[in-house]
């Protein structure tokens, strides 16, 4: 089955700072998704990444998908304390033995990110 | 004006009871799904339904029973409930079972099982 791993699962970072997350998946997939949740709250969807190369930019945050990697990378520029939140991508997979057309969404397991003022 | 709602927030209550989670989807979407959210944030799909099917049914006791009166609402009923069900269910609805579309999540029921 398909497996979606992050790296870092917790990042500590100082305000003002860069940092990228990783996102790996397992199979082959054109599709991937950024969400993002703060604590005690729902997911919130950030980016939607739909063919090679994609990049897409919204203030301080900036995710790109590699699928020859098999790779997306979430680029958070000059840290805010805002941005702390927990951070998953997740990837979408075709599912044969339901109804043709029909697709599954996995997550990632997460990266917990913490932007100390 | 919520997009996604969910009832109740929050649940506790005594292992062996029966509980129920009621969502509804304002979006017009035709796709909804449960997810489990466990206490270290790790997201898993139940079920999902597209207008009023059941589409995806992953592997989950069959305590669990979800049930969609209408392609606006998706309801999960637990009986006989367990400690280990003690999770954060999710409710999320997209625009069809197709992918290519971003999830719009619900606030989350915070179930606790004593």
């Known amino acids: 089955e398909l497996k979606v791993e992050q790296n870092p699962l917790f990042l500590s970072m100082q305000e003002g700072k860069n940092y990228t997350i990783y996102c790996n998946y397992s199979t082959t997939s054109d599709r991937l998704y950024w969400y993002r949740q703060d604590p005690g709250k729902s997911l919130e969807s950030l980016f939607v990444l739909l063919s090679n190369g994609a990049v897409k930019q919204e203030g301080r945050l900036m995710a790109s998908l590699d699928t020859k990697a098999r790779l997306s990378t979430l680029h958070i520029t000059a840290a805010v304390h805002d941005l702390s939140a927990t951070y998953f991508c997740a990837v979408d997979q075709p599912l044969k033995e339901y109804t043709s057309g029909t697709y599954k969404y996995i997550f990632g397991t997460g990266t917990r990110l913490k932007v100390l003022a | 004006d919520t997009a996604v709602s969910q009832t109740p927030k929050y649940l506790v209550t005594q292992m062996g009871n029966d509980k129920s989670i009621k969502c509804e989807q304002n979006?017009?979407?035709?796709?909804m799904y449960w997810y489990k959210q466990d206490s270290k944030k790790f997201l898993k799909i139940m079920f999902s339904?597209?207008?009023?099917?059941?589409?995806i049914n992953e592997t989950v006791p069959n305590r669990f029973s979800p049930k969609s009166p209408d392609k606006a609402h998706l309801n999960l009923h637990i009986n006989s409930l367990e400690l280990g069900d003690s999770a954060v269910y999710l409710c999320?609805?997209?625009?069809?079972?197709?992918?290519?579309?971003?999830?719009?999540f619900g606030p989350g029921t915070r179930l606790l099982v004593l």
């Open positions: 339904y597209n207008n009023k099917e059941l589409i």
């Open positions: 999320a609805s997209s625009q069809d079972q197709r992918g290519q579309e971003t999830q719009y």
């Open positions: 979006l017009g979407h035709d796709t």
